[in-house]
Nanobody
Framework: QVHLVDSGGGLVQAGGSLRLSCTAS????????MGWFRQAPGKAREFVAA????????YYTDSVKGRFTISRDNAKNTVYLQMNSLKPEDTAVYYC????????????????WGQGTQVTVSS
């Protein structure tokens, strides 16, 4: 079992930045590939970014490329999502997730989920 706790959300103006954190406890964090998803009001949850267990590979959805950066610190059991140049359309609840098998972009490929943290970008 892996327990994930998301944090770092908040209210920010368009063009601003936020850094989300997700801290894991339980099984060995470095065994898991990690991802971030988001869900806007009235919409389905969507993939945002993923990082391999070593941090050597990353993947982003097109809408955040060049603005968001995913990273991890296995010594701290934490994965981060640095979000720059935020837009109102980035407003959503952001969730981190852990995948045992591979670097994944689909929800069903993830085994554990955080509780979510709200990000609101005002125009």
């Amino acid at each position: 079992q892996v327990h994930l706790v998301d944090s770092g959300g908040g209210l920010v103006q368009a063009g601003g930045s936020l850094r989300l954190s997700c801290t894991a406890s339980g099984r060995t964090f470095s065994n898991y590939n990690m991802g971030w998803f988001r869900q806007a009001p009235g919409k389905a949850r969507e993939f945002v970014a993923a990082i391999s267990w070593s941090g050597g590979s990353t993947y982003y959805t097109d809408s955040v490329k060049g603005r968001f950066t995913i990273s991890r610190d296995n010594a701290k059991n934490t994965v981060y999502l640095q979000m720059n140049s935020l837009k109102p359309e980035d407003t959503a609840v952001y969730y981190c997730a852990a995948a045992r098998i591979r670097l994944a972009v689909r929800e069903y490929e993830y085994d554990y989920w955080g509780q979510g943290t709200q990000v609101t970008v005002s125009s």
